[in-house]
């Protein structure tokens, strides 16, 4: 099926900026047909006023930029294995927007204030009540909006899927993609309410929540479209979890000791929000009474003064938590390397697919 695990290994010392370079090259495509597709529901809407509004709120969204991570894993996996690069695109393009659905949802439920360097969909249409000097409370209209825009989101994503979809095993994928993420969003809540976890329930919420919906399930995707052999289908299946729970075991590290600049949120906000997460886990177990207690308090404070935060990082450091779950990110871009040297892929394929554990590595944002 094209170029050997040997003689890839030749090009990886170019592979970042090569993956940078494809990963850029599909956001370019993604984005046109983005903007394709907004254009035609606005037609669509044309002097319906509120449902242009709903339109541009998922569009806003949308179109400001993000990796497109999960589309390109689709894209790209499906041109690993040989299959219809254009097939893969609107499939592809379903799976940004279940991901703007489910942004959208999350930030509502996290208090997010802001997306993308942006006012997150409910903090936008709150400050539209407000402007228009509605009645009623600006925060339940932000909301319930963002919401419904949320909706409209999942809904073209059904649309687009269903309208290119050729079997039933691919809508089995796309449905498990949107069921797991959900269950793993539920118990993520339930463990920020209890302010306590098990390992094996922080695992259940990486595997559900990143595992399998940022990496496994869009691998899965573009394999079934290129119609790969099961072995091939199956060590994709575990360079996807691997890659996907490294890329949120990052994102704990990098709400906690990134740049603000480069994470596009404020350091700490995890911790603010209640977050229960391997470094939560870890510095709990390793700390003494007094650590333990002032880590209980200022997990879920909203109103955590900065000095505090430092003070929490600053224990994440000393427990060694930061240390076990940078460890933990390791061991997973081991594995997922290690899986995919065992394939046989096509060369542009496997260059982003190898591109991807290299700039994991490296990850900054």
Known sequence: MGSSAAS??????????????LLDGLRERLDRELASWLAIKRQ?????????ELIDGVGELVTLGGKRLRPAL??????????PAEEALPVALATELLHTYLLIHDDIMDHAEMRRGQPSAHA???QSHLARGLHGDAQDFGRSVAILLGDLAHTWAVELFTTSARSIELTRCFSAMSEEVIAGQYLELLVAQRRAAREDELLNILRLKSGRYTAERPIQLGALLARAPEPVLAALSRYGTA?????QLQDDLLGMFGDRSTVGKPVGEDLKEGKYTFLIFHALAAASPAERRFLEGALGDPHLPDAEVARARHLLEETGARAKVTEMVAERLRSARETLDGLDLQPEGRLFLAGLVDYLRERKS
């Open 44 to 52: 669509g809407a044309a002097g319906f006023r509120e449902a242009l």
């Open 8 to 21: 890839s290994a030749v090009r990886l010392a170019t592979a970042p900026e090569e993956f940078i370079g």
């Open 124 to 126: 936008r249409f709150r």
């Open 74 to 83: 689709v894209y790209y996996t499906c041109v690993a294995c040989g299959g």
């Open 243 to 247: 890659v996907g729970e490294a890329f």
